[in-house]
């Protein structure tokens, strides 16, 4: 089996409660933050988030079944900001929420109702000093949710390019993080940082072997996804350095991010490590006259090659285990991103605007730790928002969207073990092209005070 892992829930993992502070959020529009000294800010923001696809394949895409599935997902944000008199920042953040998902693929139907994990965030910006902000941070994962889906159920664990949520929960994480902000002009604002996350195990349920008796030549398989294993996921490095600038009326934002990992275990055996991960970002806001303004934002992520168990699949170790070798041939994908969304102020308290994005990934691989193949594929979707200020502390956004997917024809290796454990014969299973429409929509309350 391919082994990888997709950098975006590290970096999701990594900058859990940044996101949610006001700090940041100045910064995205190209200020430092502003509050004044003595100054205590909270925000609360309650989103309800909708999608429903429908496609060629199902969750099972090895499964030919027209695929159905709806997921509605209520995340609850609180933050608060503190600042002192010598200019320290103090920002605190939680972050939970509900969770309902349903495949209606025929002979994979399956819901999950519950909670997903939780995450807290704790960050100081240190004052004091004339050109430098130094920072600390610590990020926790809660494991409110659930990891192990049996059985059935684990036709709930979706693509997470279809879906707002892919997975429910994970372990219990440790994740600080240093770094400090640079300002040597008054329109450049440059912050690299480092963290490193201590992943706890959880539970998930086991794979599936086949197994062919080279005397008869009769081919058996084990269903072990009724089986509980525990999973390590390992420990994760990551280096960033991130820029904020202004050019004549525009704010330009960018990062890149250098993320390494270590092996994942199931129940102490090694079954792979992903590659060093590469990530980068740009995004650029251009306000075209007072009430019109263009947000442009692009991104590429790559891996390095994975390490991969050197040893075969066996009745006990359905993905191999033990020594890791690197693959003989990249399995992981360059993935490009991007959106555009012009926004006009059609009031004082009233926004309106349209978007448009893409995703690009060039090829196939398979996550192990979620079970899920992750196809190549193009998506694009276009949508709506409208922002509406309740006054001067509350907002209410409405937004909706149209998606299209198409996944082309591939290759997929499928190793079977015989039974004297020592040959392993690898048979290729082209996958059809594959397409999928959806619907999105959001509706999101914020207050602060």
């Not at 130094?134 to 990891?147: A, E, K, M």
């Not at 349920?205 to 062919?212: A, M």
């Not at 996804?225 to 390992?234: H, K, L, Y």
Request: charge should be negative.
């Amino acid at each position: 089996m391919l082994f990888a892992r997709c950098a975006i829930p590290l970096l999701v993992l990594f900058g859990a409660g940044l996101p949610l502070s006001s700090g940041l959020a100045q910064a995205v529009s190209g200020a430092p933050p502003t509050a004044k000294a003595g100054t205590v800010t909270s925000v609360v923001e309650q989103e309800f988030r909708f999608v429903t696809w429908e496609g060629t394949r199902g969750t099972n895409i090895f499964d030919p079944q027209r695929g159905r599935v709806t997921q509605f997902y209520a995340p609850l944000t609180g933050a608060m900001a503190a600042t002192f008199a010598d200019g320290t920042l103090w920002e605190l953040a939680a972050k939970t929420g509900y969770v309902w998902s349903h495949s209606g693929t025929p002979g994979q139907e399956a819901t999950y109702d519950g909670p997903t994990d939780t995450l807290l965030s704790a960050k100081v910006t240190i004052g004091g000093f004339t050109y430098i902000s130094p920072f600390v941070s610590v990020n926790l994962n809660l494991p409110t949710g659930q990891s192990f889906l049996p059985g059935q159920q684990r036709f709930v664990r979706m693509d997470p390019d279809l879906v707002e949520i892919g997975a429910y929960g994970e372990g219990f994480n440790v994740n600080p993080a240093v770094g400090f902000t640079y300002a040597p002009t008054a329109t450049l604002l440059l912050s690299p940082s480092i963290g490193y996350a201590w992943r706890g195990k959880f539970g998930r349920e086991g794979g599936s072997l086949i197994v062919t008796d080279s005397g008869t030549n009769t081919t058996t398989g084990f269903d072990l996804t009724n089986e509980r294993v525990e999973t390590d996921p390992g420990s994760v490095l990551q280096a960033a350095l991130s820029a904020v600038t202004r050019i004549g009326p525009a704010t330009v934002q960018g990062s890149f991010t250098y993320v390494s990992q270590s092996d994942v275990l199931q129940d102490g055996i090694p079954i792979g490590r992903a590659g060093a991960g590469y990530v980068a970002s740009v995004r650029t806001v251009y306000p075209v006259t007072g009430k019109f303004a263009v947000d442009v934002s692009g991104g590429w992520r790559f891996s390095e090659k994975n390490r991969v168990p050197k040893s075969p699949p066996s009745a006990t170790l359905p993905f191999g285990g033990g020594d890791l070798v690197e693959e003989a041939k990249n399995s992981n994908s360059h993935v490009l991103i991007g959106a555009v969304q012009p926004t006009w102020a059609v009031a004082d308290n009233l926004t309106f605007a349209l978007n448009y994005s893409f995703l690009w990934r060039d090829q196939n691989y398979y996550d192990i730790i979620e079970d899920r193949f992750i196809p190549g594929r193009t998506k694009h979707s276009v949508g709506l928002l409208l922002d509406y200020a309740l006054g001067k502390t509350a907002t209410i956004t409405l937004s909706g969207s149209r998606f299209w997917v198409h996944d082309g024809a591939g290759p997929v290796d499928m190793s079977i073990q015989t039974t004297d454990l020592t040959q392993t014969a690898t048979t290729n299973t082209i996958l059809p092209d594959r397409d999928y429409n959806g619907w999105a929509g959001a509706l999101t309350a914020k207050v602060q005070f």
